[in-house]
């Protein structure tokens, strides 16, 4: 599976729409990006995931670039309950392979 | 609400010690996996299954082993706990069958935080 780069932190006022990057420059055809996300002293939850069309559910959107090396997760409306590390990994939808975690970005939301 | 759940929230033991940790899924998921997560070393994998009585080792399975007697059921058993098995545990499954039944995400139990003592 390929390798991601996310920031180590970053943080986002109350209300306003955090954008969380990746890079995934290695990422070959048959890989999907996915996100989860772990608040504290909780397993991590999945959060949304594509292949290269923009996707929308409940919790998130997420952007991949044309060329998708790079993806952006967008959390619309941030709230204190986003505080979370947030993880992007890349695999092949059809593999039965298991998610290596990286070092994931952590999101502070600040009121 | 689909759910993976894990026996203990918080576990002590002795060194020494045979531990069980006993995972039990509901959504009934083919694939299974034992991760554990220390401070600045992230989440790594511990072992996997694939099906009942399937065991694939992940990173870092020296000290552990694991059982999947049915399908719902994934244990991870430190057979001589030792202090630098203290971590938080955490068993995750997946569904990986034919179709497109979901997004094959991971689905996370709350942990198991494991002291050695």
């Known amino acids: 599976d390929a390798k991601t780069t996310q920031p180590t932190s970053m943080d986002c006022a109350e209300g306003r729409a955090a954008n969380l ?12 990006v996915y996100w989860y996300r772990q608040i504290h002293s909780q397993g991590p939850q999945y959060i949304i ?10 919790m998130a959107s997420l952007i991949i670039t044309e060329d998708r090396k790079s993806s952006t997760l967008i959390l619309p409306h941030a709230t ?15 593999s039965a392979s298991k998610i290596i975690f990286g070092s994931g970005t952590r999101l502070s939301i600040r009121p | 609400d689909v759910k993976v759940t894990q026996s203990s929230r918080y576990l002590v033991k002795r060194t020494g010690e045979k531990v069980f940790l006993e995972c039990v899924q509901d959504m009934d998921h083919e694939n ?35 059982s999947r007697e049915k ?36 689905t996370f139990g709350s942990g198991t935080r494991l002291t050695v003592v």
């Open chain 1, 21 to 32: 990057p990746c890079n995934h420059s290695t990422i070959s055809g048959n890989e999907y």
């Open chain 1, 49 to 58: 995931h594509g292949l290269k069309n923009n996707e929308t559910n409940e």
């Open chain 1, 80 to 94: 204190l309950r986003d505080t979370a590390v947030y993880y992007c990994i890349v695999r092949a939808y059809s």
């Open chain 2, 32 to 66: 299974m996996f034992w991760y554990r997560q220390d401070p600045g070393l992230g989440l790594r994998l511990i072992y996997f299954s694939y099906d009942v009585k399937m065991k694939e080792k992940g990173d870092i399975p020296e000290g552990y082993s694991v």
């Open chain 2, 71 to 106: 399908k719902e059921r994934f244990s991870l058993i430190l057979e001589s706990a030792s202090t630098n098995q203290t971590s938080m545990y955490l068993c995750a499954s997946s569904f990986e069958g034919q179709g497109n039944r979901g997004s094959r995400s991971y």
